[in-house]
């Protein structure tokens, strides 16, 4: 196990690990209030260890949460557009031809859609909840998955036991299935891993707009509410930024090292 795998994997295990543990130590509820303890430092007085917000409410606590919601909208909105772009860039990729053409076309558009756009529309119709959340971003994650499966695809169906199962009336679904998916697995790995960074980027960008999942806690939320009393209280945005750097950092060595695993070409 190299040096990038002992880094990322104790970054994200320490993270996680003390997301869960952490609030059960804690005295606090993330909804409790103090007044007598407004915008307080980090301080083991009261075990604010991360201080308080402008409520007085335990910034830990809340930061841990923050923690479970964004991973878990990492994963779920990952897992959604894992599932279309591997089906979408694998049909593309297979099938060639016209109906490649126009199937990746059709990506092209949907990459000239304005992000933030499209999710005020769905906020505006169908009101800010998690499965929304994880539509919106599985909905525009999925783009770059399709093209590097269809890239993979496109050099897989000219391989000999594709054609060969070609030649022997395999349908077309099940060559795919049985042939060319398992044989992505080392790309779908590695952009799945490196994706989760840029996963939990995108739902604190809209936590911080003020488009999260509703009442629930999340890093971006937390970052929004920091900025109002930055410079005299810079410990309310200190901490939910920080988290967002060092675990952004954690998924993206792990995919590194993956890729260095993954890829013979690299070894």
Do not use: C
């Amino acid at each position: 196990m190299n040096r990038g795998m002992k880094v990322s994997g104790g970054i994200l295990l320490g993270i996680i690990a003390v997301a869960f543990i952490g609030p059960l130590l804690s005295p606090h509820d993330y909804l409790q209030t103090d007044f007598d303890a407004l915008l307080q430092g980090p301080t083991s007085n009261d075990f604010h260890i991360f201080g308080t917000d402008d409520l007085g409410r335990d910034l830990f606590v809340r930061s841990m949460l923050g923690v479970q919601v964004t991973i878990l909208v990492a994963i779920v909105a990952s897992a959604v557009s894992l599932l279309i772009g591997v089906a979408y860039g694998a049909t593309a990729g297979y099938l060639g031809g016209r109906i490649d053409a126009v199937m990746m076309r059709f990506v092209d558009t949907l990459y000239a859609l304005p992000f933030i756009f499209f999710v005020i529309l769905l906020m505006v119709a169908f009101e800010r909840n998690f499965l929304l959340i994880f539509v919106a971003i599985g909905a525009i994650n999925w783009l770059d998955m399709a093209r590097i499966v269809r890239g993979q695809t496109l050099s897989l169906r000219e391989r000999e036991f594709v054609e060969a199962a070609r030649a022997l009336g395999v349908p077309a679904h099940q060559v795919m299935r049985r042939h060319v998916v398992p044989n992505l697995l080392g790309p779908l790995v590695i952009q799945a891993t490196t994706g989760l960074g840029v996963v939990i980027l995108a739902e604190s960008t809209l936590s911080f707009l003020g488009l999260g999942p509703g009442k629930a806690v999340s890093w971006g939320a937390l970052l929004d509410q920091g900025t109002s009393v930055l410079l005299r209280f810079p410990h309310v945005a200190l901490f939910s930024g920080g988290a967002i750097a060092v675990t952004v950092l954690g998924f993206n060595l792990m995919g590194d090292w993956l890729r260095d695993r993954l890829d013979p070409r690299l070894r």
